[in-house]
């Protein structure tokens, strides 16, 4: 079963705007995690936000999560060329922690 | 930083043929991973691993798939008989005991079955 589902599939902005990513998901969680993917390359994990937080911050990363509504954002603030990658939420299911990822976002970052 | 590795890099094997592939985990996580991507698709869990035994495994892992941790720091999957489909990105992660942890990724090995 999927838990994360990001959208936009794809965003396209300029170098120095911000981008926000959000991520709608189903059942209850203890943490939400989101990663990033360079072309083919492998996830590197980016932030982690447990279910009692509301907001987190990790340099120009900010990271929100509502539980009432089941969903979380990602925003990158001051955006660089380098920001350029796909962006996954994901939450860990069971007692194994296995996460399930979405499609992700696509962002692109023009310079 | 402590890092997941992968080897090799890329693997190109005929179909039929058997492969390993070989991941060191971070040496005090105790979950381990793989997972796989197919060019132009999501990542899809393949199997988890824990106290020496897999824990949970999707239809994808078929009796085709092996793991092993043969000596404590390797973790390994093994593919019996490749077949063309089982051309992927394939990744090992780790992660530490816990819901605080997040995974750390190898940076995959590119298997093309030819």
């Known amino acids: 079963s999927q838990q994360g589902e990001e959208d936009p599939q794809a965003l396209s902005i300029q170098e120095g705007e911000n981008a926000t990513m959000n991520c709608s998901y189903k059942t209850s969680i203890n943490n939400l995690q989101w990663y990033r993917q360079n072309s083919g390359r492998g996830l590197v994990h980016l932030i982690l936000i447990r279910s009692n937080e509301r907001e987190k911050h990790s340099g120009r990363l900010r990271v929100t999560l509502d539980t009432s509504k089941k969903s979380s954002s990602l925003l990158i603030t001051a955006s660089r060329a380098a920001d350029t990658a796909s962006y996954f939420c994901?939450?860990?299911?069971?007692?194994?922690?296995?996460?399930?990822f979405g499609k992700g976002t696509l962002l692109t970052v023009n310079p | 930083e402590p890092e997941v590795t992968q080897t090799p890099s890329h693997q190109v094997t005929q179909m039929g043929q058997e492969v390993i592939l070989r991941c060191v985990p971070i040496s005090n996580h105790l979950y381990f991973y793989w997972y796989r991507q197919i060019l132009g698709q999501k990542v899809e869990f393949l199997v988890s691993f824990y106290n020496n035994e897999i824990s949970e495994k999707s239809e994808i892992f078929d009796d085709q798939f092996s793991v092993e941790r043969p000596d404590g720091s390797n973790f390994t999957l093994k593919i019996r008989s490749t077949k063309l489909e089982d051309s992927a990105m394939y990744f090992c992660?780790?992660?530490?005991?816990?819901?605080?942890?997040?995974?750390?990724f190898g940076s995959g090995t590119r298997l093309t079955v030819v």
């Open positions: 994901a939450t860990p299911l069971g007692s194994n922690y296995k996460l399930t």
């Open positions: 992660a780790s992660s530490g005991l816990g819901a605080n942890y997040g995974y750390t």
